[in-house]
C-alpha cells in the first residue's frame, strides 16, 4: 500500500490510498473513520488483480473541504462516480462500502448502474430497511449522536479532550477491538475544526433537506431507490452503532442476485475486526459472475 496520493474528481483534490493494478475496486469509508479502514482489504484486493483504492471522503483531511457545503449523499455518490472516471472509467470495477460509504455505494450504482459489475456494503443497510426499526427506543438510544449533531452544539462536544467522544463511539459501536491505531487515524483527519464541521455536516444534511444540493438532485433521487447492479451485504453481529436487527430482511431491499451475510463476533467496523472473514467474503462475491 503506497503513501497518500491525490487525484482530482467532481471539483475536489481527494487523498487516497492503493494497490495493486487492474479493474477498479473503489473502497469507501464512513464515520468516525478514514481510508486506512481498508488497509487489509487494499492487499487482498490487489492480490486478487484490482487497483483497489481508498480515498478519504470529501471533508476529510488530506481531501479538501467541498466550497458548495454539499454533503448529502448524493453528493458522495457523484464523488464515487467521478472517482471511477478518474481512474479510468473501466467497466469491470466494483464497489465497496462501510457506513456512510455504503450509503454512497448504494446511491453511486443505482444511478450509474454502467460503471460498477458488482458491489459490497457493510454496516450500514439501505434507506428502507434502516427504517423498519430506526425509532425503536433501543437503536434510538444507539443513534443519539445524530441528533447531537443537529445542534450547534455538536463540534464542541466532539473536539472536546482531544476528541474522546470519538474513542467512546468505538468503543460502543466494536465492543472488545482494540481500535487505537484507527480512532488516531480518524482524529488525524478530523481535528481540524473546518474538517470536523464537514463530517458532521453529513449527518446535518441526512435530516434537514435543505441543506441539499440541487446540483445532485438526480444522485440523491438514486439513494432513495433499489438499484441493479447486485450487493453483498456484511452486518456484525455485535454492532453497537446499528443493531443487527435491521440487517434481518435486508435482502428484500436489495437489488435482484444480492446476498447477506451477519459477521459473528464482529462490531460495527466488521472489515476491521474479522479481516480474513471480510476478505473471503468479499473476494468470493467478486468473483462471481
Not at 42 to 53: C, E, I, Q, T, W
Not at 103 to 114: G, I, L, N, W
Not at 151 to 166: I, N, Q, R
Not at 237 to 263: H, K, M, N, Q, T
Amino acid at each position: 500500500m503506497t503513501e497518500i496520493a491525490t487525484i482530482q474528481a467532481n471539483g475536489l483534490a481527494f487523498g487516497y490510498l492503493e494497490a495493486g493494478s487492474g479493474p477498479l475496486a473503489l473502497c469507501l469509508h464512513g464515520f468516525p473513520d478514514s481510508a486506512y479502514t481498508w488497509r487489509h482489504l487494499l492487499p487482498a484486493l490487489a492480490d486478487a488483480g484490482y487497483h483497489a483504492v481508498a480515498p478519504f471522503l470529501r471533508g476529510y483531511a488530506p481531501t479538501e473541504v467541498p466550497k458548495d457545503g454539499a454533503y448529502q449523499v448524493g453528493a458522495l455518490a457523484a464523488d464515487a462516480n467521478a472517482l471511477h472516471e478518474a481512474f479510468g472509467g473501466d467497466a469491470d470495477a466494483v464497489l465497496v462500502g462501510h457506513d456512510w460509504g455504503a450509503a454512497a455505494t448504494y446511491a453511486a450504482v443505482a444511478h450509474a448502474p454502467e460503471r460498477w459489475r458488482r458491489s459490497v456494503a457493510l454496516s450500514l443497510p439501505p434507506f428502507g430497511a434502516l427504517l423498519s426499526t430506526f425509532f425503536d427506543y433501543a437503536q434510538l438510544k444507539r443513534s443519539f449522536y445524530v441528533f447531537l449533531f443537529q445542534t450547534p452544539l455538536a463540534e464542541a462536544a466532539v473536539s472536546t479532550g482531544d476528541m474522546a467522544f470519538l474513542d467512546g463511539l468505538w468503543a460502543d459501536w466494536s465492543p472488545g477491538y482494540d481500535a487505537a491505531r484507527d480512532v488516531a487515524y480518524a482524529k488525524e483527519c478530523l481535528r481540524d475544526p473546518e474538517h470536523l464541521a464537514a463530517a458532521i455536516g453529513y449527518y446535518r444534511a441526512m435530516l434537514d433537506p435543505s441543506l441539499h444540493v440541487p446540483a445532485y438532485a438526480a444522485e440523491q433521487e438514486s439513494a432513495e431507490r433499489v438499484g441493479e447492479r447486485p450487493t453483498l451485504y456484511l452486518h456484525g453481529a455485535a454492532d453497537g452503532c446499528l443493531d443487527v436487527g435491521l440487517a434481518r430482511d435486508v435482502e428484500g431491499w436489495l437489488p435482484p442476485g444480492s446476498r447477506s451475510r451477519i459477521v459473528a463476533d464482529a462490531g460495527h467496523f466488521v472489515q476491521l475486526e474479522r479481516p480474513a472473514e471480510v476478505g473471503r467474503l468479499v473476494l468470493e462475491w467478486l468473483a462471481a459472475n
